[in-house]
């Protein structure tokens, strides 16, 4: 896309944003939609309800009005409802839907609704503006309490990453399924259409209406998260490769619930949790190793007696449901000795003489017997044994991946005064705003 697409409401770009998959789904509508299928075509009334299930390959399309049915046929997939006419006031409501690992029940989406039909189950999709999306997205990523320039900075964002991940389409292109490139949940961005859509992330994105970010002109892939607690990270030590605007930065300070935490695990517990990496194993020890330039993890050491595992961290954050990768590791209890692994980007308390100051543990140097200076990293500590079942605890700080835009770091900043412009070029170093559209 270039400023080419800039202009009218007619030329704002759309999303085709997956929303759940099921054996079946029924919908209502707030004005006259039109239905298409194939050569199918049919009108449907206001407060008429439309179900589609999953038939041998096909659609089975049932439309109701006032208990009853007027419509009813076997229909090839996609089956594409959308307004009969321009409206922004025209949305369809997720009256009832079954057997989804992802629930709209309830909830109302502005657009468009297809559904296609793939090996037995149904893809119900939104086809959306992109800017409509926004709306509810942001409403649904960040606090709309907090600063207007945070929530601003976060429009921003997540245009990028929609038009970077490919999701714009047209009403052609959405009768694929593979235009679906995004998803409602966070895998991908939260979406929950109309019904969450508040007044102030909805300035935040007309503000910034078409602003993205680039880099070398093209759109960059703007990954957030909630909180890096002080610092993010390289996106090689997260998902590898290397990108010079996805660098690790410093925030200032701020505090949040994510600023530490910590999570045991009784050692039974968590060998079921791990099970799927060794099975059959009863865990001796967990280490971080290759540690980023804030101190989390690329990958976890898994051992159990004589076998060991090499897992990325992302993938252990994952199965143990930690808040991030940035983490000091303690054994305890059991009958055995404690023993831990300290996090090379926490801190250490260190008397320099005059008094006791937090040092990250990184930036302090041993001498071993060769004179040679090392920095800590990883540093392990033991003390005497605890009674107790054995338990595996971790210290951690920070909440997501720690790519990108930190949002309580954002927060922070556009309460210190820095603008959306300011944020969004401290967290993207040598990227650029630009209008789209």
């Not at 419509?71 to 594409?80: G, I, K, N, R, Y």
């Not at 508040?198 to 910034?208: F, K, L």
Request: charged share 20%; net charge negative.
């Amino acid at each position: 896309m270039s400023t080419a697409a800039a202009g009218s409401r007619d030329n704002e770009p759309h999303v085709l944003v997956g929303l759940a998959k099921t054996k079946s789904v029924s919908l209502g509508f707030s004005q006259d939609y039109r239905l298409a299928a194939g050569q199918t075509t049919h009108q449907i009334p206001p407060q008429s309800s439309v179900r589609l299930e999953s038939r041998r390959g096909k659609i089975s399309v049932t439309v109701s009005s006032a208990a009853s049915v007027t419509f009813e046929a076997q229909l090839d997939s996609p089956v594409l409802i959308s307004p009969s006419y321009e409206s922004s006031t025209a949305y369809f409501t997720i009256r009832d839907q079954g057997n989804t690992s992802t629930g709209f029940p309830g909830q109302e989406f502005r657009g468009s609704a297809v559904i296609f039909e793939d090996q037995g189950t149904l893809t119900v999709a939104n086809l959306v503006g992109l800017e409509e999306y926004l709306w509810s997205v942001v409403s649904s990523e960040m606090p709309c309490s907090w600063p207007k320039q945070a929530l601003k900075a976060q429009a921003v964002v997540s245009r990028t990453y929609a038009v970077y991940t490919g999701a714009i389409t047209d009403t052609a292109d959405a009768t694929n399924i593979d235009a679906i490139r995004i998803w409602a949940n966070e895998s991908h961005q939260v979406y929950r259409g109309k019904t969450n859509e508040d007044p102030r992330a909805v300035e935040a994105c007309m503000e910034t209406k078409g602003q993205i970010l680039t880099y070398q002109g093209m759109p960059v892939a703007a990954y957030f998260h909630a909180d890096s607690a002080g610092m993010t990270e390289s996106v090689r030590f997260v998902w590898g490769g290397d990108i010079p605007y996805l660098a690790a930065v410093e925030e200032i300070p701020h505090e949040s619930h994510h600023s530490q935490w910590e999570v045991a695990f009784d050692l039974e517990i968590l060998n079921q949790k791990l099970s799927g990496v060794l099975p059959g194993s009863r865990i001796d020890m967990i280490s971080g190793c290759q540690p980023g330039d804030s101190g989390r993890w690329f990958c976890v050491d898994i051992k159990a007696g004589n076998r060991t595992a090499n897992v990325r961290a992302t993938q252990f954050r994952y199965l143990l449901e930690l808040k991030s990768t940035w983490f000091s590791i303690f054994r305890k209890g059991g009958g055995r000795d404690t023993i831990g692994q300290l996090n090379p980007g926490h801190e250490i308390y260190v008397d320099n003489g005059t008094s006791v100051q937090p040092v990250p543990l990184k930036q302090c140097i041993m001498l071993n017997s060769g004179g040679k200076r090392n920095t800590l990293g990883g540093a392990w500590v033991i003390a005497p044994g605890q009674p107790g079942p054995a338990t595996f605890v971790f210290q951690g700080r920070g909440y997501g991946h720690g790519v990108g835009l930190s949002q309580w770091g954002a927060k922070a900043m556009a309460e210190r005064g820095d603008d959306y412009k300011q944020i969004l070029t401290h967290y993207y170093p040598l990227t650029h705003i630009e209008a789209w559209w």
